[in-house]
T-cell receptor, first 112, second 116 residues
Framework: TQLLEQSPQFLSIQEGENLTVYCNSS?????LQWYRQEPGEGPVLLVT???GGEVKKLKRLTFQFGDARKDSSLHITAAQPGDTGLYLC????????????WGAGTKLIIKP | DAMVIQNPRYQVTQFGKPVTLSCSQT?????MYWYQQKSSQAPKLLFH???????NEADTPDNFQSRRPNTSFCFLDIRSPGLGDAAMYLC?????FGQGATDTQYFGPGTRLTVL
């Protein structure tokens, strides 16, 4: 059974601080997506990474896919209250029957 | 803009009263998914369609059914909602590539179901 361990599950920090969220697995994935979800809304795609070692940046957010395609991280620099939300990682395999393996989610609160 | 649309956004039903949630997409993706999500948890896959082929998750209750009359639309029917079925229901789409591997999934805004 493929598992995707996401940590931390909950994080509350002050505005301006930096943070990193991790998704780790013993399985190799073909791609990994990061989503952000606000209360009462559906998950919104932030990024998809597909190449081992790939780094993508989205303003203050930096996403990295591990060299072996087994893990990924999301780093937020100078967090702002607007970054508050549920962050979800999800990964797909080459023989996944069109399904994603989901992390448990990280609930992030940025205090002004 | 291409998108995934869900209606209604909020649905209130009574215990045991059937309810239908709808999803439409303009992305022309051949895979559509229905997820159930409870508070601050990861979405839980109920079933998905690859074109007209229906794939049910083993632990999806029989109370949940789905229909996909064409590429653009997909419906979730809850035949006899219980209190435990109160949740956010999310529709998603993706295109297929490779041997069963999935590309990115795109989500609708969700339908919040309340069961009284």
């Amino acid at each position: 059974t493929q598992l995707l361990e996401q940590s931390p599950q909950f994080l509350s920090i002050q505005e301006g601080e930096n943070l990193t969220v991790y998704c780790n697995s013993s399985s190799v994935f073909s791609s990994l997506q990061w989503y952000r979800q606000e209360p009462g809304e559906g998950p919104v795609l932030l990024v998809t990474v597909v190449t081992g070692g790939e780094v993508k940046k989205l303003k203050r957010l930096t996403f990295q896919f591990g060299d072996a395609r087994k893990d990924s991280s999301l780093h937020i620099t100078a967090a702002q209250p607007g970054d508050t939300g549920l962050y979800l990682c999800a990964a797909g395999g080459w023989d996944s029957n069109y399904q994603l393996i989901w992390g448990a989610g990280t609930k992030l609160i940025i205090k002004p | 803009d291409a998108m995934v649309i869900q209606n209604p956004r909020y649905q209130v039903t009574q215990f045991g009263k059937p309810v239908t949630l709808s999803c439409s997409q303009t992305l022309n993706h051949n895979v559509m998914y229905w997820y159930q999500q409870k508070s601050s948890q990861a979405p839980k896959l109920l079933f998905h369609y690859y074109d007209k082929d229906f794939n049910n998750e083993a632990d999806t209750p029989d109370n949940f059914q789905s229909r996909r009359p064409n590429t653009s639309f997909c419906f979730l029917d809850i035949r006899s909602p219980g209190l435990g079925d109160a949740a956010m229901y999310l529709c998603a789409t993706s295109r297929v590539f490779g041997q069963g591997a999935t590309d990115t999934q795109y989500f609708g805004p969700g339908t919040r179901l309340t069961v009284l």
